[in-house]
């Protein structure tokens, strides 16, 4: 076998190759982004020049819209995939960036609240999705998927999970489905209820932080109903994430402990790789704020940066949507994670509304 | 992580040591970093 066809056939992979390749979907982001931004301040304006009754759309849903109009009519080409996947890099720059917004006293203060809640949320989150994941004959692995995804943080946990319990592509996929369809309706559900309910923002937006699964989501649904909703969306959100290695070292232990996954070896370091490093950039923004190392402009500067990495976030939550897709993932996973959702959605609204009577927000 | 196909096998130049996370701190941190040194002033919205 002498012949060029048998020599093995080398497949760079170019760094600066793969850099040019997210070009074309940033870009799209942005521009997808930026008409979201464009039409919030012209369709009201032409609404009302011509005494017509329009709702106000921030530019958040008007993003949102384009982006799921895009996906589930046309599509979105294969040469701007690669970069309508990096909304998520977005999503974290943003949050790291919000961080200069908020004194570490109030990111204590409000984060101390936020954990005692977030802590209620997933032992009652876990506990309810395992019974209907039960109820509803799923694969155990595939209950311990969405039981992750609904109580945790959406599809990052979910494929953490998948990597240390080692559950099939497939489980993983059905749960990430079912997450990914559900946060796309409490985009239009949660801002319908908070307003209905007449929440305060600070009450809405820790209840977003706490029901939405999905991070872009979460930050989408508090950003809304308003930006001090969105703000406290976000912590809320963050102080959820930071507890994803705590929840996925639980699920690894139990099913290493049935001997089907691998043994579990130091805890701590499994903890550090499971956390989310954008928190700790939260944080230290946060500490540097609060010493006085941004002047206030400098401050309204970063704000303004963390809205932009916001605005390519919301434009990609559309653009990655595509119902179609997501129907096809099979109807029981969604069943469970639907019912799940609702009674979790319930339940941390009635935690809310206890909270909201204690501390008087 | 899928394997190449027979007759194929990749060169990746580096692996990647950088998670996602780590690219967003960074380019959070640079751009507060520009910031801070003047270099952007005013960031309109």
């Known amino acids: ?361 | 992580m899928s394997q190449p196909q027979e007759g194929t096998f990749a060169v990746a130049s580096k692996p990647r040591s950088f998670s996602i996370d780590a690219w967003a701190v960074a380019l959070a941190f640079v751009l507060a970093a520009l910031v801070r040194a003047g270099v952007f002033k005013h960031i309109p919205w």
């Open chain 1, 1 to 361: 076998m002498a012949s060029s066809a048998a020599l093995p056939q080398v497949r760079t992979l170019n760094p600066a190759l793969q850099f040019m390749k997210l070009i074309p979907g940033v870009v799209l982001l942005a521009s997808v982004g930026y008409a979201g931004k464009l039409l919030e301040a012209n369709v009201g304006r032409y609404a009302k020049g011509h005494h017509w009754t329009f709702p106000n759309i921030e530019y958040v849903l008007w993003a949102i819209l384009i982006g799921l109009a895009i996906s589930n009519t046309v599509g979105v080409p294969e040469i701007f995939r690669a970069g309508v996947a990096t909304y998520e890099f977005w999503l974290k720059a943003g949050i790291v960036l919000l961080g200069s917004r908020f004194l570490l006293g109030d990111v204590l203060k409000l984060g101390g609240t936020s954990l005692a809640l977030v802590g209620i949320e997933i032992v009652g989150a876990i506990a309810f999705m395992t019974f209907l994941g039960r109820a509803f004959g799923l694969k155990p692995k595939l209950t311990s998927l969405l039981a992750v995804g609904s109580a945790v943080c959406g599809v990052s946990a979910i494929i953490a999970t998948q990597g240390a319990i080692e559950a099939d592509e497939e489980d993983s996929s059905f749960a990430i489905a079912a997450i990914l369809a559900l946060g796309a309706l409490s985009l239009f559900t949660f801002p319908l209820i908070g307003h209905a309910l007449h929440l305060t923002d600070h009450a809405y937006g820790v209840w977003s932080g706490l029901a939405v699964d999905n991070t872009a989501e979460a930050v989408a649904a508090g950003a809304l109903y308003s930006d001090a909703a969105g703000k406290l969306a976000v912590l809320t959100k963050t102080t959820r994430n930071a507890l994803i290695g705590f929840v996925v070292l639980a699920y690894a232990l139990y099913w290493a402990s049935k001997g089907q996954a691998q043994a579990v070896g130091s805890k701590a370091k499994f903890l550090w790789q499971k956390f989310p490093k954008f928190v700790l950039g939260f944080l230290l923004i946060s500490v540097l704020a609060t010493a006085a190392f941004f002047s206030k402009e400098q401050i309204g500067a970063l704000a303004n940066l963390s809205r932009w990495a916001f605005l390519l976030t919301f434009a990609g939550v559309g653009l990655r949507t595509n119902f179609r897709a997501l129907s096809k993932q099979g109807l029981k996973p969604f069943a469970v994670g639907a019912i799940g959702e609702v009674a979790i959605a319930a339940f941390t609204l009635g935690l809310v509304l206890a909270a909201q009577r204690i501390f008087g927000w």
